[in-house]
């Protein structure tokens, strides 16, 4: 069965930095585009950036400058450096991927998300 487990979250102060980190583990045969995105409290989950195996980066207006999205393939890894960080930023940030795998006993390409780790960033 696939996972993916994310790590780095935590409390930090305006203007301060954190990583994130994601692996997806399980039996997976590939693993296609890989995300971050965000769930401020009572807002929509929105999108922060996401790779491609390539490397090909797309980010948020609002973090572009600020956030560095990249991605250990041999690894099934995806990082997000967040420096500069706003108070508005705080919420939970999930992990997801487009992984090729075994489920419901046959070979096929899903979305898969994280659990979620809680970002503070206090004023």
């Known amino acids: 069965q696939v996972q993916l487990g994310e790590s780095g979250g935590g409390l930090v102060q305006a203007g301060g930095s954190l990583r994130l980190s994601c692996a997806a583990s399980?039996?997976?045969?590939?693993?296609?585009?890989m995300g971050w995105y965000r769930q401020a409290p009572g807002k929509q989950r929105e999108l922060v950036a996401y790779?491609?195996?390539?490397?090909?980066?797309t980010y948020a207006d609002s973090v572009k400058g600020r956030f560095t999205i990249s991605r250990d393939n041999a690894k099934n890894t995806v990082y997000l450096q967040m420096n500069s960080l706003k108070p508005e930023e705080t919420g939970v940030y999930y992990c997801?991927?487009?992984?090729?795998?075994?489920?419901?006993?046959?070979?096929?390409?899903?979305?898969?998300w994280g659990q979620g780790t809680q970002v503070t960033v206090s004023s």
């Open positions: 997801s991927a487009n992984i090729f795998a075994i489920r419901d006993g046959r070979p096929s390409r899903n979305d898969y």
């Open positions: 399980g039996r997976l045969f590939s693993v296609n585009s």
């Open positions: 790779i491609t195996p390539g490397g090909s980066t």
